[in-house]
């Protein structure tokens, strides 16, 4: 079975501050990871991805994430905060790289940039 | 590229009726298509896979007559909400999985649609 816990369900930064938001996974065989951000009322947008090649994984608009096996976790990080990045991210866990299987979401963070 | 819509974006129907959501892959083919449902400031629940020409595979506690799936083409799928009731008011997502789109690694990654939201009456 596979999990993941996202350890904040808000987070609130001032803009131009740095972004951490926290996801720890749980899965039984080598997972693929995601985080994708929902701005209100829409879809999901993949911000970035990690299957099993290089650990730190950098993605669409300055975020990055490192996968980090020895502490099962997958945080999401941007060095700059930016009015448009308040919004909801997701992590996610796939058991299967290259496969379309079944994702597993965490329960959000909502992100909050203040001025 | 690896762009999904579904239509349409806002519902708004009577109860007992019946709601048809369509998803479709504009710029890819996907064998495999998701259904979520999202209940306001939660995370989505995945209902069903549908894998291009066969029965969709439902999970556990989601009603398969009462959300019907088609996946007829390896663009389109379709989930219909019959005889809604109040209790069916959700934001319906759908998702498409790659098989080819000529970015490479991108085959697996699901690709989210903007998404429905139904409200019945």
């Known amino acids: 079975a596979q999990s993941v816990t996202q350890l904040d369900s808000h987070v609130s930064v001032s803009e131009g501050t740095p972004v951490l938001l926290r996801c720890n996974y749980s899965s039984s065989y080598s997972p693929s990871l995601f985080w994708y951000v929902q701005h209100p009322n829409k879809g999901l947008q993949l911000l970035l991805k990690y299957t099993s090649a290089a650990t730190l994984v950098k993605g669409i608009n300055g975020f990055e994430a490192e996968f980090k096996k020895s502490e099962t976790s997958f945080h999401l990080t941007k060095p700059s905060a930016h009015m448009s990045d308040a919004a909801e991210y997701f992590c996610?866990?796939?058991?299967?790289?290259?496969?379309?299987?079944?994702?597993?979401f965490g329960t959000g963070t909502r992100l909050q940039v203040t001025l | 590229g690896a762009v999904v819509s579904q239509h349409p974006s806002r519902v708004i129907c009577k109860s007992g009726t019946s709601v048809k959501i369509e998803c479709r892959s504009l710029?890819?083919?996907?064998?495999?298509m998701f259904w979520y449902r999202q209940f306001p400031k939660q995370s989505l629940m995945l209902m069903a896979t549908s894998n291009e020409g066969s029965k969709a595979t439902y999970e556990q506690g989601v009603e398969k007559d009462k959300f019907l799936i088609n996946h007829a083409s390896l663009t389109l799928s379709t989930l219909t909400v019959t005889s809604a009731h109040p209790e069916d008011s959700s934001f319906y997502i759908c998702s498409a999985s790659v098989i080819g789109t000529g970015e490479s690694g991108n085959t697996g990654t699901q690709y989210f649609g903007p998404g429905t939201r139904l409200l019945v009456l």
């Open positions: 710029d890819f083919q996907a064998t495999t």
């Open positions: 996610v866990v796939s058991d299967l790289a290259g496969t379309a299987s079944k994702l597993t």
